[in-house]
């Protein structure tokens, strides 16, 4: 049987009995049983796929293979690049017209590396040596304005480096490696030709902070914004995303709790204005009516007064399981937030419930379909090292979160659905969200079968 690669635009035709997913454009590369996928990011004009090829005979090179297809899928055709021999895709990026694709030969962390470079409009690639780079599993690779940025864990401890593709100088930045220290998302900012970045550490009294820090890409700080003071005294920041800039003002968005106790309270939206100034909201389960229409009546029900319970007693509702912030789509006057509710069990056996997982690095992916760092892709595990696994938890979603939050600061809908407690190893996420108008989409893959939900304001149905 032959593998395909399949990619589709939208989908349609979502009904509340006999659902179907209709194909407005698609387009397939047929290949043989166990041919690597292709990886696939998002580009101005459209989508550019690639991977590392090897025709199944004793003769044949790896080659470096690439399309690209419009905003139609009308694709070009498949054109290949040579590579240097034993090397393979350990991360990539795009900056501009250019796909810039990290080569490693094997998965050490002291692995010989260097950048491919291929320019999608003339089709010609480039390639950089990267050398001096110090010892880390890699957990991001991001390109800016000539620019290669390394970030990942050295000794346990996170670790950033700026490499300049063309004088080849080589920085690392001051401030990220430390104890207790961990890297939640970087975000390039080429208008201001500088990074910000996400940082949690824990204090000597055991207290979390979160820092957002801005470089310029020499690794020079420009700014920290230290949120030292967050909610009532116990609460914490347990994750959080960071928006792009809006005209200096920066808004990150996250699951709020008591980090002590593993336990999940609701959602905050905070914001910075451009003097460092913060402010944030604070929601719970109180201003969610509908968090619980995942479940059945009977135990919705129970979940409910529960609420209405500790309401009464003037506690806080708490959320039992991991409550993970997934993505956030900002319109002009709101904020749509997509959640997991995941129950982690450990390998070391039992339930982890509210254990968070503050180690997962928070990804590009609206633009990197899929991606994810070598150490975490389920396709290559066999191939490194048992030592670098720990712990292999499984982690079991309970349901899916939707809620769209006015800039103003009310709640004007939210709704959810369940997983079915579908269970993977992968500790990334797979679900995907579209908004069209003030209807939510929201899709996901369980044994090769698509499954979708479609949300409207006032209507709710699954497939």
């Known amino acids: 049987m032959r593998k395909v690669l399949i990619l589709f635009l939208f989908l349609s035709s979502i009904g509340f009995t006999h659902a179907q997913v209709k194909f407005l454009a698609r387009f397939e590369v047929r290949g043989e049983p166990y041919d690597p996928v292709f990886e696939m990011m998002r580009i101005p004009d459209g989508l550019v796929s690639f991977r590392t090829y090897q025709a199944r005979n004793f003769t044949s090179e790896k080659v470096f293979q690439f399309f690209k297809t419009d905003f139609d899928l009308n694709a070009s055709g498949l054109i290949e690049l040579g590579l240097r021999p034993g090397f393979d895709i350990i991360g990539y990026d795009t900056d501009g017209v250019n796909l810039f694709v990290l080569m490693s030969k094997g998965y050490n962390t002291n692995a010989d590396k260097y950048i491919l470079q291929v320019n999608l409009n003339t089709n010609q690639g480039f390639e950089f040596s990267v050398e001096n780079l110090l010892n880390m599993e890699l957990v991001e690779f991001l390109v800016q304005g000539r620019k290669?940025?390394?970030?990942?864990?050295?000794?346990?401890?996170?670790?950033?480096?700026?490499?300049?593709?063309?004088?080849?100088?080589?920085?690392?930045v001051q401030g990220i490696y430390g104890n207790n220290t961990q890297v939640l998302q970087i975000r390039k900012m080429p208008e201001l030709e500088s990074l910000e970045v996400v940082v949690s550490r824990r204090g000597q009294y055991k207290n979390r902070e979160t820092s957002i820090i801005t470089f310029d890409m020499e690794g020079n700080l420009i700014r920290e914004v230290k949120v030292d003071q967050f909610g009532e005294p116990g609460q914490e920041?347990?994750?959080?995303?960071?928006?792009?800039?809006?005209?200096?003002?920066?808004?990150?968005?996250?699951?709020?709790?008591?980090?002590?106790?593993?336990?999940?309270?609701?959602?905050?939206?905070?914001?910075?204005?451009?003097?460092?100034?913060?402010?944030?909201?604070?929601?719970?389960?109180?201003?969610?009516?509908?968090?619980?229409?995942?479940?059945?009546?009977?135990?919705?029900?129970?979940?409910?007064?529960?609420?209405?319970?500790?309401?009464?007693?003037?506690?806080?509702?708490?959320?039992?399981?991991?409550?993970?912030?997934?993505?956030?789509?900002?319109?002009?006057?709101?904020?749509?937030?997509?959640?997991?509710?995941?129950?982690?069990?450990?390998?070391?056996?039992?339930?982890?419930?509210?254990?968070?997982?503050?180690?997962?690095?928070?990804?590009?992916?609206?633009?990197?379909?899929?991606?994810?760092?070598?150490?975490?892709?389920?396709?290559?595990?066999?191939?490194?090292?048992?030592?670098?696994?720990?712990?292999?938890?499984?982690?079991?979603?309970?349901?899916?979160?939707?809620?769209?939050?006015?800039?103003?600061?009310?709640?004007?809908?939210?709704?959810?659905?369940?997983?079915?407690?579908?269970?993977?190893?992968?500790?990334?996420?797979?679900?995907?969200?579209?908004?069209?108008?003030?209807?939510?989409?929201?899709?996901?893959?369980?044994?090769?079968?698509?499954?979708?939900?479609?949300?409207?304001?006032?209507?709710?149905?699954?497939?």
């Open 148 to 172: 290669a940025v390394f970030m990942g864990n050295a000794e346990s401890r996170p670790a950033l480096q700026i490499y300049d593709l063309d004088d080849k100088s080589l920085h690392t």
């Open 237 to 463: 920041i347990l994750e959080g995303l960071l928006l792009a800039d809006q005209d200096y003002q920066q808004v990150m968005i996250g699951a709020f709790g008591q980090d002590g106790r593993s336990s999940y309270q609701g959602v905050y939206i905070m914001e910075i204005n451009e003097f460092g100034e913060y402010d944030f909201k604070l929601y719970t389960l109180e201003d969610f009516p509908n968090f619980f229409n995942y479940l059945p009546e009977k135990q919705k029900a129970k979940q409910e007064q529960a609420v209405l319970k500790d309401l009464e007693k003037s506690k806080i509702p708490l959320i039992k399981n991991t409550f993970s912030i997934r993505d956030v789509r900002e319109t002009e006057d709101a904020y749509y937030l997509y959640f997991d509710q995941i129950n982690i069990i450990s390998a070391r056996g039992g339930r982890s419930g509210g254990l968070f997982p503050f180690n997962l690095y928070r990804y590009d992916r609206l633009n990197r379909m899929g991606y994810a760092p070598t150490y975490m892709d389920p396709y290559i595990l066999q191939n490194l090292p048992s030592q670098s696994f720990v712990v292999a938890n499984e982690y079991q979603y309970q349901s899916a979160h939707f809620i769209k939050i006015s800039k103003e600061g009310q709640v004007l809908w939210d709704n959810a659905a369940t997983y079915n407690d579908f269970t993977t190893e992968y500790p990334e996420p797979f679900g995907e969200i579209a908004i069209v108008g003030d209807d939510l989409y929201h899709l996901y893959v369980d044994n090769e079968v698509i499954k979708a939900s479609f949300f409207g304001m006032e209507k709710y149905s699954i497939s």
